[in-house]
């Protein structure tokens, strides 16, 4: 068995070993219901408690305007769907755009389904959203803007306080996917002038299953899940105080050392990028170059398919994506990769390797020292390729 070389932290984080001893008692002996008064129930509700003003603080919240929720998928779902029940009355019209993971995307095209219109802003070729096209689609109906904060496949980061202050003196909820980009990059809802924001534990090196929606006090949201009287009523169902713990204990660590872990990602990024770029022809990196989640590095090799680079890497213990992960495996190419105006026949040759915090340089040599190599033999086997008629 090859060392395996794991590139792929957009889709997960491996859960580090403190948040696991920081979990363990909450699991085994504090197994109380937190609703409960006895002891053991106290001790339950001490550490929810103890994670929502961590998870709070953190975030420039407070902590009553934390909900925890299984994951990432179910804040946007109840943020957006949440949102949209509650504003019924006010208005239909939503606003998002064409690069939302499908949390999102799906969730805005389920909508339309009951009467509500969405509108799928376009963005950039560097995937940017422009703060005037979402000024400019603004109707008298628009009850609520859902732009993500970074994207997870190309890693753009995008204009949120800029789109923040458009809509502060609207009554116009603004909710943001920061799945990406809570744990990597500072993240403070009132400077980014959001009312809703969504998280993810497992994507900061925290457990998988549970994630956080950030509700600006005073915002109407409709649950999704009624049955109880948890999280103020706005999300029922005992809470999952052993993940819960995790989640706060993995973003502190994470903030802890964001700055330190960023910069070192940042470099190892620069140069993954650089390199590739000079060393094999007809390849474009996708995303912005500089406005751009620390640990992504995206690009679009011409006349070949990404499923074939991802074995053929594989075979060399490197893990990495191609598209996002939940659209591998299907033949259409990812759907962001398309709102950024690349053809079909390119946009199917992508690759996405997302480094973490224990990613080395020597990783990173080992990728740029076997990439150009495997693209080449791919190229020389597809049909689309003939080298004789290639100006470089
Ligand atoms: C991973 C991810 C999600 C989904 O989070 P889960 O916790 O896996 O449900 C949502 N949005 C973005 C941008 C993501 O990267």
Redesign the pocket.
């Known amino acids: 068995m090859k060392p395996q070389i794991y590139l792929d932290h957009?889709a997960t984080t491996p859960m580090r070993r403190e948040v696991h001893e920081a979990m363990e008692p909450y699991l085994l002996e504090h197994y109380g219901n937190p609703s409960s008064i006895y002891e053991i129930g106290r001790q339950a509700r001490k550490a929810l408690d103890a994670s929502r003003d961590a998870v709070a603080e953190i975030l420039g919240a407070e902590a009553r305007e934390i909900v925890f929720t299984s994951?990432?998928?179910?804040a946007?779902n109840l943020a957006i769907k949440g949102a949209a029940l509650a504003q019924r009355g006010k208005g239909n019209h939503i606003i998002t755009s064409a690069i939302e993971?499908h949390?999102v995307y799906d969730t805005c095209r389920y909508l339309e389904k009951y009467g509500y219109n969405v509108t799928f802003l376009p963005v950039s070729a560097e995937g940017m959203v422009d703060p005037g096209s979402v000024a400019a689609a603004i109707r008298p109906e628009t009850i609520l803007v859902s732009i993500?904060h970074a994207n997870?496949e190309i890693g753009t980061i995008q204009p949120i306080a800029q789109i923040g202050n458009i809509l502060r003196e609207k009554s116009i909820l603004f909710h943001t996917?920061a799945?990406?980009t809570v744990g990597h990059v500072p993240v403070d809802v009132g400077e980014l002038g959001v009312d809703l924001l969504?998280l993810?534990g497992?994507?900061f090196y925290g457990p998988k299953g549970v994630?956080a929606l950030y509700i600006k006090k005073g915002t109407k949201i409709e649950p999704l899940i009624h049955g109880g009287a948890q999280e103020r009523q706005r999300r029922a169902g005992t809470e999952n105080v052993a993940g819960i713990v995790g989640l706060a204990t993995a973003l502190r660590l994470a903030v802890d050392e964001m700055e330190e872990t960023a910069a070192r990602q940042r470099d190892l990024r620069d140069r993954l990028i650089e390199d590739v770029l000079t060393t094999v022809p007809h390849t474009r990196l996708n995303g912005h170059r500089t406005q751009r989640l620390p640990g992504n590095v995206s690009f679009c090799f011409e006349y070949i398919e990404g499923e074939s680079l991802l074995l053929n890497l594989d075979m060399r213990g490197i893990a990495a994506s191609s598209g996002s992960a939940c659209t591998s495996g299907s033949l259409e190419p990812s759907h962001v990769l398309l709102a950024l105006g690349l053809p079909h026949e390119i946009a199917h040759g992508s690759l996405r390797l997302t480094l973490g915090r224990d990613t080395t340089k020597e990783d990173i040599d080992t990728v740029i020292d076997v990439l150009p190599g495997i693209v080449q033999r791919l190229r020389e086997m597809s049909p689309l390729y003939d080298a004789s008629t290639i100006i470089r």
Do not use: L, P, Y
């Open positions: 957009a994951g990432g998928s179910e946007d993971h949390a993500m997870n996917d799945v990406q969504s993810s497992h994507k994630g």
